[in-house]
């Protein structure tokens, strides 16, 4: 079958139409992808780039970071005591001891094996009464700026605080006696003031006295005493009242008897004992310990080389 020229310019026109299809198909739309894949490539490439540089400009800024909370981490470990034996916080209480400025004398000492205490800070929250009616009327009532500027800043406080922490634990158990309660009152006071030199500073050590009841015999004495007088005074002049409400004289033998004033305190001072006159309290004091942060300048050196 022979062709006529027009009919051999198409067919020749729809074979250079389907290479030319195929050579794009084939060549130029896999080209096109790969090169859709490499600008992807290149846009995370110059993303991390610029996350290197942003680090890179930031590192001494970083590094000065970490050293100013190693300082401050460090600071606040030396108030706590390093992880000790029963036999060095022996030797620590005692230390705690000469330093105390209470007349006192301490015996039967008992150290507890090492534990762990959760620390967390306490704040007061002031109760609040709550009922239907103060409820209802207080609905659109809405918080004045003061009431949200210390709400603001007791919430800045909790969050500075932040939450518990366990940390090591070691008590001292032990009897304390005084020839006052005023002596175990400012024994008490002394674990304020328990300071030890270290590194050239005066730092104030992590301990805390537990269990310190105080109890005033003479007060209660002079209060039941009073009791006692007011009791009988009431007791004699509603007898009065009531015999002279009916028109009738009190027999005598029903009036309270006389006593001469002191004569019971002379006869009780009579008995006194040793015990009347020395005070003696069962106690625990509690030494915190944490482990101390390591040093980061020998790692952040390292790591800039």
Do not use: H
């Not at 150290?111 to 009616?133: D, G, H, M, Q």
């Not at 309270?256 to 004033?261: K, R």
């Amino acid at each position: 079958m022979k062709l006529s020229k027009q009919e051999r310019i198409g067919v020749l026109i729809i074979a250079v139409v389907l290479i030319i299809g195929l050579g794009i198909w084939l060549y130029i739309v896999p080209k096109v992808q790969k090169v859709g894949q490499s600008n992807v490539t290149l846009d995370s490439k110059t993303q991390e780039l610029q996350a290197a540089q942003d680090k890179a400009a930031t590192k001494d800024d970083l590094k000065q970071q970490v050293l100013d909370a190693y300082e401050a981490g460090q600071n606040l470990a030396d108030m706590f005591f390093e992880e000790m034996t029963p036999y060095e916080v022996d030797a620590e209480f005692r230390a705690f001891l000469d330093q105390c400025d209470a007349d006192v004398y301490v015996e039967s000492l008992n150290i507890s094996e090492p534990s762990t205490t959760t620390l967390s800070p306490k704040y007061f929250e002031e109760k609040e009464v709550t009922y239907a009616l103060k409820t209802y009327v207080t609905q659109d009532i809405q918080p004045t700026e003061a009431e949200l500027a210390t709400e603001a800043r007791w919430q800045a406080i909790k969050d500075a605080l932040g939450s518990s922490q366990d940390v090591g634990s070691i008590t001292v158990s032990f009897d304390v006696t005084a020839l006052s309660q005023e002596e175990l009152i400012k024994f008490c006071d002394e674990v304020n003031s328990y300071f030890k030199n270290e590194n050239g500073n005066e730092t104030r050590k992590a301990i805390m006295i537990n269990g310190m009841a105080f109890s005033y015999p003479e007060n209660e004495e002079y209060y039941d005493e009073l009791k006692k007088t007011i009791e009988e005074e009431a007791e004699d002049k509603a007898l009065d009242a009531l015999y002279k409400e009916n028109n009738m004289k009190r027999p005598a033998d029903e009036k309270p008897a006389e006593n001469p004033e002191g004569a019971e305190g002379e006869e009780e001072d009579a008995r006194l004992e040793v015990s009347d006159t020395i005070y003696t309290m069962s106690s625990t004091i509690t030494f915190y310990s944490i482990e101390r942060m390591q040093d980061p300048t020998p790692q952040l050196e390292a790591q800039e080389q």
